[in-house]
């Protein structure tokens, strides 16, 4: 029998072009069934066309920090000017009907799997989609964030790291950003956004599991024309965050 394929997404961001490419990478790997750990829509210049996507994919998707800005506007922590008018903006894209349905996120999603295991999703942790799980904790320092870990298999995002790891007898993952993929170990002077959208495949078998990681590349010449079309605040930097720095000799 051949494994049930679960792909694992988010953090798109706003960026309708690279999840574009990750759902053309779900029909070319023949996955149907998908779950979205959250952050969908705030910061990038094509946030309407991402609800109207994740709406044609009807898959569950969780409720991530920045969404719950987007839908509230009440953070956790000071705002910045310029993500205050990005914001602003994005609202006004959105409507009250994609306000609506971004308000209707739940904070976890469970996924029956075979042989009666579960997949948990959930932006940051079970209980916060403000939570930081790095791969660089200790297990003491990961159990502490996570808490007692509630299914066998967790599925987080918020960090933008695709990695995966052993906790307390459950496997976590993370599947990394379809839309805003970057080294969180890069020197400013030399940082930029990865031109690829990444995303975790679970493969369930009838008596184990795998974890696929993926990278697509996307067009970033085409989400630039898109950006600076939009109307967003600063749109003229979206293209540029995509591309490696120039060094002068």
Not at 59 to 79: H, R, Y
Request: net charge negative; charged share 25%.
């Amino acid at each position: 029998m051949a494994d049930e394929m679960i792909a694992v997404f988010g953090d798109m961001h706003g960026n309708a072009v690279a999840l574009a490419a990750v759902v053309e990478d779900f029909k070319r790997q023949e996955i149907e069934r998908l779950v979205c750990v959250g952050d969908a829509v705030q910061g990038g210049t094509q946030p309407r066309q991402v609800v109207e996507m994740l709406r044609e994919l009807d898959c569950p998707v969780v409720m991530g920090n920045s969404d719950s800005w987007i839908a509230t506007d009440e953070a956790n922590e000071p705002v910045a000017e310029p993500t205050r008018q990005v914001g602003d903006w994005t609202r006004k894209q959105l409507g009250e009907d994609g306000l609506d349905f971004i308000r209707g996120f739940p904070l976890t999603v469970e996924i029956q799997l075979g042989g009666g295991r579960r997949l948990l999703a959930f932006h940051g942790c079970p209980s916060s989609f403000d939570a930081v799980l790095l791969p660089e904790l200790t297990d003491e320092e990961f159990r502490e964030v996570l808490g007692d870990p509630p299914a066998p298999y967790l599925a987080g995002g918020h960090t933008h790291i695709q990695y995966t790891r052993e906790v307390g007898g459950s496997i976590f993952l993370n599947p990394g950003s379809a839309g805003v993929a970057y080294n969180r170990y890069f020197e400013m002077e030399d940082f930029y956004i990865y031109p690829i959208a990444q995303y975790a495949v679970l493969h369930v078998g009838t008596e184990s599991a795998r974890i696929e990681f993926r990278q697509v590349p996307f067009d970033v010449d085409l989400l630039e024309e898109g950006a600076l079309a939009s109307g967003r605040p600063y749109a003229e930097n979206e293209g540029r965050q995509y591309r490696p720095k120039v060094k002068s000799p």
